[in-house]
DNA sequence: GCTAGTGCACTGGTCGGACCAGTAGGCTAC
DNA sequence: GTAGCCTACTGGTCCGACCAGTGCACTAGC
């Protein structure tokens, strides 16, 4: 009964066409970080497409941050290394829309913190380890300066956890994550009376996850490393979202 | 010394003004989703900006999944609802300029599964629970029909976890990097000569996965999970990429 | 000889105007 | 009252133009 299959003929966009050719050979590796795209006007001709639909198309790479362009350069536009910028953008966003809540992203970061930690446990070489050393040595002397250099050293320490665990995307969504919660909650901090006090608490309790990622004990790393991100957030937690957090807890 | 702290001027082109405030509009929620922006025409007029730069920033927008146009429309672009399709975007670049290994999306599937797992233990609804059950159903109806259908239900069961743990990041997340896993893997699976026995033991393995989530034992559940999705992929990823797999089995 | 300075050719950013195919909704003819 | 046409407008694309900035070759000076 059913005569010969007709798809809908989805029309498309001559700079759609564009983006797709050069992504193509960006991801195909024909094109690499660093190499540069012909200048507009080569593009035009090529494509055979104006101007304009060429911007377009480089409008579009541009944000999903596959090139750059400068204006006045005579080389065209750079074909970028891959960096998370474009994930951490639409993250944002995500966030920002409200469709996402602190308590979910503090939940969230519980989540990853605590795999990197379990991982890093038993993944990590002795240099991760010094590295972890060195960072917490930093928490310890930013501590006397001030909030801001205390929370860059502690970003320093779970960077390098992050490293440890070898996964990538958990290095990525850590790192898009926090900065995530920070924008959200570093005011408060910095702003709140007893920050010496969280500070010094915060630095025994990394001691302990260091500990325990030294000693290779991963699941106690990660136990502790979720009460750490908990006791650390959850002052800022609306209450009503606090139980969800607290489920995450053994 | 210092004198007065001159910061750079960053030149900022004109179609990123447009992206910056039609975003925040959006993200400030003066923009809801399903409303429409201004024709282009009159978009140059109230941005004092002529067209292309008009269209440039709405390609850029549109890039970001944040507004959508289409010819002939008489009402102007319409503004999305957030869909993570630009998230899906920038991560499947991530992978396919091979940033990310198959190794890596498992391992980060693994960790997100067991989390949505645990969390579902302690916080399931029963109507979720009811869901999960038809979804097993479900997969043990299409194992008879093929691959395909079973991979459908396989994904409804999963979602349906995801949905319990009422974390829409872990959702999200887990929608994306299962998707791309898939992409990369479903070919090989659907082609393997023994999927049947794979499919009858994927579904065991869920059963018992879903008895400990009824049971509310979250840590029993988060490993079970686990150890399915090593089973259902191990034997698609590298043998040396393997070891970082087991390092998040007890 | 080498360096410092200049000029040029070309770049990307922006502008304005133009045409086309498609759509929605009002209007007309039935 | 409804079916079908018409029109005003849309977004997609093209063209040509101008500007400010850049890199490089060339030149003048040491």
Redesign the interface.
């Known amino acids: 009964m059913s005569g010969p299959r007709f798809e809908p003929v989805r029309t498309v966009r001559a700079?759609e066409r564009i983006v797709e050719q050069v992504?193509e050979a960006?991801?195909s590796g024909a094109l690499c970080p660093g190499e540069r795209l012909p200048s507009e006007r080569d593009l035009m001709g090529q494509f055979s497409v104006s101007r304009?639909t060429v911007?377009?198309a480089l409008?579009?790479l541009?944000?999903?941050?596959?090139v750059r362009s400068r204006?006045g350069d005579p080389h065209g536009a750079e074909v970028q290394p891959?960096s998370?910028a474009?994930?951490h953008?639409?993250?944002t966003?995500?966030a920002?829309?409200?469709?996402?809540s602190l308590g979910?992203?503090v939940?969230?970061r519980m989540?990853?913190d605590a795999?990197a930690n379990?991982?890093a446990a038993?993944?990590r070489t002795d240099e991760q380890l010094a590295e972890m050393d060195a960072a917490i040595a930093g928490m310890r002397a930013a501590a006397e300066v001030g909030y801001d250099a205390f929370s860059a050293a502690d970003i320093a320490f779970h960077d390098a956890v992050a490293r440890a665990s070898?996964?990538?995307?958990?290095q990525?969504?850590t790192d898009v994550?926090r900065s995530i919660v920070l924008g959200l909650v570093s005011g408060k901090i910095a702003a709140a009376a007893d920050r010496e006090a969280l500070m010094r608490q915060s630095i025994g309790h990394h001691e302990e996850v260091l500990a325990a990622v030294r000693a290779g004990d991963?699941?106690l790393a990660a136990r502790l490393s979720r009460q750490t991100m908990y006791d650390y957030y959850v002052g800022y937690v609306p209450v009503d979202e606090r139980p969800?957090l607290r489920?995450?807890l053994?």
Chains 1, 2 share one sequence.
């Open positions: 700079y992504e960006i991801e304009s911007r377009e409008r579009v541009q944000a999903r941050g596959l204006p891959f998370p474009a994930l953008k639409s993250m966003t995500l920002r829309v409200d469709e996402l979910e992203l939940q969230f989540v990853l795999s379990l991982l038993r993944l070898r996964n990538k995307l958990i990525i969504c994550v991963g699941l969800a489920a995450l053994e």
